[in-house]
């Protein structure tokens, strides 16, 4: 049973374009979260997917970033018009169910702006 | 606003020590929490998950325990190896949210 899987591992983008992160959560997994984790800092909790839902984005910056989970395929992450302080580690997790499960982290894409 | 401390923010020990890392955070309704591991450049680990029912954990040599009423759990590591050097995070879970909340980290060393 393969773990959470992101893509790219490293992106690199000039100021002013998009970025989009990949995560395939664990086989089974129906919840997906999105963690950032900037320079000297901890991880903050971004926004929490299920399939095709967006359950809770409170940590989600209002501009510029989004995030999607559909019937098929990854959950994405998407932020457009990339700022030098977007720079950080974008961790996303997956667990079967919610309150109370085991969280599955991937191993991070790590975006660098330009 | 649920915010989670953990002190020290590093720790460096001789091989073969037993050693407490602790973890406070300031909203008792707490759901669970969960300890995690980070090596350099790499995600967490999940180390052990303390249920809200429950108080303690273990795991090999580590042992996690829970006390909501006074905000604190603490992870035991025993009998520490080179092996273990790592950043620990603990994180709670807010009841009903469905989302962790982060401690800095406690970033360990164990010298050979």
């Known amino acids: 049973n393969a773990g959470v899987m992101q893509n790219p591992r490293h992106l690199v983008r000039r100021r002013g374009q998009e970025a989009r992160l990949r995560c395939s959560p664990m086989?089974?997994?129906?919840?997906v979260y999105w963690y950032r984790q900037l320079p000297e800092e901890g991880l903050k909790f971004m926004v929490y997917l299920q399939k095709e839902n967006i359950i809770d984005e409170s940590g989600m910056p209002k501009e510029r970033f989004s995030a999607e989970f559909p019937k098929e395929g990854p959950s994405i992450l998407r932020i457009q018009q990339v700022v030098r302080g977007d720079s950080a580690a974008y961790f996303c997790?997956?667990?079967?169910?919610?309150?109370?499960?085991?969280?599955?982290f991937g191993e991070g894409s790590w975006l660098t702006v330009v | 606003k649920q915010e989670v401390t953990q002190i020290p923010a590093a720790l460096s020990v001789p091989e073969g020590e037993n050693l407490v890392l602790n973890c406070s955070f300031t909203?008792?309704?707490?759901?669970?929490l969960q300890w995690f591991r980070q090596d350099p450049g790499k995600g967490l680990t999940s180390l052990l998950l303390i249920q809200s029912s429950q108080r303690e954990q273990t795991s090999g040599r580590l042992n996690a325990s829970l006390d909501k009423s006074s905000g604190r759990s603490t992870l035991y590591i025993a009998a520490s190896q080179p092996g273990d050097s790592a950043t620990y995070l603990c994180a709670g879970e807010i009841q009903g949210a469905q989302k962790l909340v982060f401690g800095q980290g406690t970033r360990l060393t164990i010298n050979p």
């Open positions: 997790a997956s667990s079967p169910q919610g309150n109370g499960n085991t969280i599955y």
């Open positions: 909203d008792s309704a707490i759901y669970n």
């Open positions: 086989k089974g997994h129906s919840h």
